[in-house]
């Protein structure tokens, strides 16, 4: 509820339309509570806006409106802090706790959902780091990808610059865990689909244990906003990725809110000297700067 009416709060003073006014006849119009309470049943429901018509007293055409800037409004007011890009204390904190979990270097998971694909990089706290949103179902996980900006950082060599150690090599890029599907690239470890020996079962075994955060992102995802999986009903493509960015953005700050990304490091501040992982506070540069080098890896 504290998160909500911060909500509120933030829209009230900053959004134009969630401003309450009085007509010629001193007449108060809609709260904002109102409208932010409309927007929001039709977002956390998935149904259409003529749904909300007797329960919040709106019109189906205001709730429609006051959908469209919510989704707008949150995503400029809090795109910034709650969809970015890891900084160097994020990636400190995502080595740490896979180090943890015994997978150095490993520092996110990736996947894609239909209908209409949602690529998403996750982490174990449910955070959603990076989000590619629009491609039709009809494409699997390599299609997308080639069309995902997710490491273009790296091709532009503007990517930090993680160290860390396994069996007593040295390794200097950092990898996410995927599925079968996705290319042998550097940056993508894939499941073992039939293992075979004691070492291998074992690997297998954590690393599917690890993977499913990911799912766990987009089933939380979809139980928080309904609307992300029912039918699209009156929103067009432009609008459908507007919400699905907005209700990614609320999904970050409520686990936020809820603790979710907090975690016990006291742990690995104990054996700080011994860590086996390195984040570069500065971004590295020596970097494959185009994607023909860049595959050649």
Known sequence: MSLFMHIVDR?????????????????????????????????????????VDEYNRLSSTTTRSCVEHFVEGIIYLFGDEYLRRPTPADLRR???ISEHHGFLGMIRNIDSKPTIVLKAVDSYDLWIWHTFFGPPATLNDINVLDRS???????????????????????????????????????????????HGPKVVIFAQHQEVVRKDVERAFGVLQARFAIVKNPALVWDKVKIRKIMKECIILHNSRNERDGYTQFDVSEFQERENNESSHVDLTYSTDIPTNIANMMGV
């Open 94 to 96: 995502l080595l740490d």
């Open 149 to 195: 900006p997710v490491f273009d950082d790296i091709i532009k060599g503007q990517a930090p610059q993680v160290t860390f150690y396994v069996n007593g090599r040295k390794y200097h890029l950092a990898y996410y865990l995927t599925d079968g599907i996705y290319p042998k690239w550097a940056t993508l470890i894939q499941s073992i689909p039939i293992p």
């Open 11 to 51: 829209l009230f003073n900053e959004v134009e339309l969630f401003r309450q006014k009085k007509d010629a006849l001193g007449r108060l119009s809609l709260s904002p509570l109102q409208k932010c309470t409309a927007a929001i049943r039709v977002l956390a429901y998935g149904i259409a806006p003529d749904a």
